[in-house]
């Protein structure tokens, strides 16, 4: 291989490990929750708060949230929260009656990565 063909195909391979190694830390993690993942609550919650690694853009992320029958449960629209662009907050708009919930997140982070994922609360 000539000097210059190896250059290139070197910077290509740093490139590449450079990428891999930004996107493993950039997307946005959920890292805590309101309620809390396997919480169980005994007030019904009137929202719910997911914050994540990173800041998040509200217009492409958003939440549903399954009753203990699979039903949809009706929520608002995901709101990042005014003073904290890492935080989803997404109203409840009906009272939760005893059950388990699963709230099934999809967000997209300030970078455009998108993550989604899952979890599950109860009220008692
Ligand atoms: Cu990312």
């Not at 946005?28 to 994540?52: D, R, Y």
């Not at 059950?99 to 899952?118: F, N, P």
Request: glycine residues 8%; positive net charge.
């Amino acid at each position: 291989m000539k000097p210059a063909a190896r250059r290139i195909l070197h910077a290509g391979i740093f490139l590449v490990s450079l990428t891999a190694a930004a996107g493993a830390f950039a997307h946005a993690h959920l890292k805590q929750q309101q309620p809390a993942e396997n919480a169980e609550v005994s007030v019904s919650p009137q929202q719910l708060t997911l914050g994540f690694s990173e800041g998040v853009e509200d217009k492409f992320s958003g939440v549903t949230l399954t009753g203990p029958n699979g039903s949809a449960v009706a929520t608002g629209e995901a709101k990042r929260s005014p003073d904290n662009i890492t935080q989803l907050i997404v109203p409840v708009k009906q009272a939760l009656d005893a059950g388990t919930y699963t709230v099934s997140w999809h967000v997209v982070s300030v970078d455009g990565h998108k993550t989604k994922g899952q979890y599950r609360f109860s009220v008692k």
